[in-house]
């Protein structure tokens, strides 16, 4: 078992939509959880980090954690094409490794 | 305020050889990680550095080693390539008792 799953989609919505993207995880251990944005060729850019179950908010963004069920999932608001990314969740249970999941690509159409 | 940079973007290697990859990390960060990333999937931890010693380490064989210098810059190094090492390898850096990492533009490795 993996130690981090992501549907890797793809996933295709219209601009102005409201976009859910989830990860579930497997270790209870897991204490610091992580979004970043990964344009083609790029390296991954940190988009929301948090340590806490409940919400956090940053702009168009809400990352949102619940530890009980081992679930974490990011929304964006108002989507743009700009967002048209894949976007990666990322877990840690403290200040070394990150494990992955395998990503979910996201295009937003104008 | 420069971000995490390596060098070079791109090579290409051929089976057998070895490859140093490059890595500046961010300022103020003293830690570095780095991460193999196959097409398609997500990073896979390699290991990481701090205090110019090798603090953890994921699943790769010993091909792989690392170094770390006093200004808390790094090396990957790769010995013996196959095809299977041809993938985006990423740095990135965070402070100390962080798990914070912000990443560079990566190096994509082709093996031929």
């Known amino acids: 078992q993996k130690e981090v799953e992501q549907d890797p989609g793809p996933l295709s919505v219209p601009e102005g939509a409201i976009v859910s993207l989830n990860c579930t995880y497997s270790?209870?251990?897991?204490?610091?959880f992580m979004w970043y944005r990964q344009y083609s060729r790029k390296g991954p850019e940190l988009l929301m980090y948090?340590?806490?179950?409940g919400n956090k908010e940053d702009g168009r963004f809400t990352a949102q954690v619940d530890k009980s069920s081992k679930y974490i999932s990011l929304f964006i608001r108002d989507s743009q094409p700009s967002d048209s990314a894949t976007y990666l969740c990322?877990?840690?249970?403290?200040?070394?490794?990150?494990?992955f999941g395998t990503g979910t690509r996201l295009t937003v159409i104008p | 305020d420069a971000g995490v940079t390596q060098s070079p973007t791109h090579l290409i290697k051929t089976r057998g050889q070895q490859v140093t990859l490059r890595c500046s990390p961010k300022?103020?960060?003293?830690?570095v990680s780095w991460y193999q990333q196959a097409l398609g999937q997500g990073p896979q931890f390699i290991f990481q550095?701090?205090?110019?010693?090798?603090?953890q380490r994921g699943n790769f064989p010993d091909r792989f080693s690392g170094h770390q210098f006093p200004n808390y810059s790094s090396e990957l190094n790769v010995n013996a390539l196959w095809l299977g090492d041809s993938a985006l390898y990423l740095c990135a850096s965070s402070p100390v008792s962080s798990s914070e990492q912000f990443f560079g533009p990566g190096t994509r490795l082709t093996v031929l």
């Open positions: 550095y701090y205090e110019e010693e090798e603090r």
């Open positions: 300022s103020g960060h003293d830690t």
């Open positions: 270790n209870s251990a897991f204490q610091y």
């Open positions: 948090t340590y806490s179950s």
């Open positions: 990322a877990i840690s249970p403290g200040a070394n490794n990150l494990f």
